[in-house]
């Protein structure tokens, strides 16, 4: 059964970037047909689909945060990261690392205040 866990720092400054790694067990990111995906959920609100990294390195993004997104991975680490650049308050969730939508991580908290 694959495993996600995602880490990484819980509160950012506004305007900095958002560093988010997904460590993946007993699953290669690299096998066809698997599409590794970021999700947040900001408080009181339902979730949001960030992107996701295909199998193949192919990226796919949010429209409404296409030109602040950035997801690559490390298949050595067997791993992927997101990257949100200039967060501020509203980007404050919890982010969620899914494989395909079915299997999920824990979700991390994210706070983004000065």
């Known amino acids: 059964q694959v495993q996600l866990q995602e880490s990484g720092p819980g509160l950012v400054k506004p305007s900095q970037t958002l560093s988010l790694t997904c460590t993946v067990s007993d699953g290669s990111i690299t096998t066809n047909l698997y599409a590794w995906t970021w999700i947040r959920r900001p408080p009181g609100k339902g979730l949001e689909w960030i992107g996701y990294?295909?199998?193949?390195?192919?990226?796919y993004y949010s429209p409404s945060l296409k030109s602040r997104t950035s997801i690559s991975r490390d298949t050595s680490k067997n791993q992927f990261t997101l990257q949100l650049r200039s967060v501020t308050p509203e980007d404050t969730a919890v982010y969620f690392c899914?494989?395909?939508?079915?299997?999920w991580g824990q979700g991390t908290q994210v706070t983004v205040s000065s």
């Open positions: 899914t494989r395909n939508n079915i299997h």
């Open positions: 990294i295909a199998e193949t390195g192919s990226t």
